[in-house]
Every structure is written in structure tokens, then in C-alpha cells.
Nanobody, 125 residues
Framework: QVQLVESGGGLVQAGGSLTLSCAAS????????MGWFRQAPGKEREFVAS????????LYTGSVKGRFTISRDNAKNTVYLQMNSLNREDTACYYCAADSKLFPNPYTATSYESWGRGTQVTVSS
């Protein structure tokens, strides 16, 4: 089993930056891919970014391309999400997720078996 703990959320002004961290523990060697999702009030959870731990291959949703960067430190079992040029539409609870079966579609929440509890990001204008 894999446990995930997110940190780094907070309140930031529009145009500002934040870096989220996700620390994995437990059966970390079983993890193939890690992802970040977000959920705003009244909306469905949506894919933000993912990274394959072996190759470092990255995917992003269109609205964050060029602003967000996902990275990993395999030695620390930690994945990061660097978020720049934040705007109010980025306000959401951000969740870290782990996929240990390498499901074919990394964009859907159902492809990830383990989830953190989330960290809130609020962008003020």
C-alpha cells in the first residue's frame, strides 16, 4: 500500500507562485506514475499533470501548460508541482495520486489507486 501526503498549499495573489510537494511512503517501489489533480467547489476532480517515475515523461492539461511544472525526486520519493502565474481559476484543492498498474489513460482519476488528502490552493485577485 502507498501513502501520500501533500504540502505547500496556501493563499497567493494572482500572478504569484507556489510549489506543492507530495511525499510517498509504503510500497513506493510499486509506483509507476504519479499525478496531480484538483477539485474546485461544485466541480469534478480534474487532471492537472502526471509524470512517469522511470522515464520522467510528463503530461499536462492544456490550461496549465507553460505555467506549471511537475518533477520528481526518486531518492526522496517526492513529486513536486511548481505553479507559476497563478490565476483565480487555479483555486482548488490539489490532490496527489499514484498509479502502480500503469493504466493506459493517465488523465482519469480512476487510473490511480492511491490518493492523498489534498492541499488547498487559493488565488486572490
Amino acid at each position: 500500500q502507498v501513502q501520500l501526503v501533500e504540502s505547500g498549499g496556501g493563499l497567493v495573489q494572482a500572478g504569484g507562485s507556489l510549489t506543492l510537494s507530495c511525499a510517498a511512503s509504503g510500497r513506493t517501489l510499486s509506483i509507476d506514475r504519479m499525478g496531480w489533480f484538483r477539485q474546485a467547489p461544485g466541480k469534478e476532480r480534474e487532471f492537472v499533470a502526471s509524470i512517469l517515475l522511470s522515464s520522467g515523461n510528463k503530461l499536462y492539461t492544456g490550461s496549465v501548460k507553460g505555467r506549471f511544472t511537475i518533477s520528481r525526486d526518486n531518492a526522496k520519493n517526492t513529486v513536486y508541482l511548481q505553479m507559476n502565474s497563478l490565476n483565480r481559476e487555479d483555486t482548488a484543492c490539489y490532490y496527489c495520486a499514484a498509479d502502480s498498474k500503469l493504466f493506459p489513460n493517465p488523465y482519469t482519476a480512476t487510473s490511480y489507486e492511491s490518493w492523498g488528502r489534498g492541499t488547498q490552493v487559493t488565488v486572490s485577485s
